[in-house]
């Protein structure tokens, strides 16, 4: 099913896409700084809320993952 009709898969792709950001820019950190702005700024503001908010999206998927494991 889509992700866009499905929650649990929207909100599995928010919480990649947030890990996926916050991870690139502590390895590589000037791909994600040079683009702030446009289209690509999505992807620094990602990861600026990964950086900031990281115990509660550590938390989010922990809980992700156990709805996953025992509802699907």
């Known amino acids: 099913m889509s ?9 599995s792709v928010i919480l990649l896409l947030i890990c996926t950001c ?13 683009n702030k702005t446009g289209l690509l700024g999505i992807f620094w503001k ?11 999206v550590g938390v989010a998927c922990v809980l992700m993952a156990i709805s996953i494991l025992c509802f699907s």
């Not at 916050?22 to 040079?34: A, E, G, H, Q, V």
């Open 3 to 11: 992700a866009l009709f499905n929650f649990q898969s929207l909100l």
């Open 46 to 56: 990602l990861a600026r809320i990964g950086e900031r908010k990281s115990p509660y």
């Open 22 to 34: 916050t991870y690139l820019r502590s390895i590589f950190p000037s791909i994600i700084d040079r």
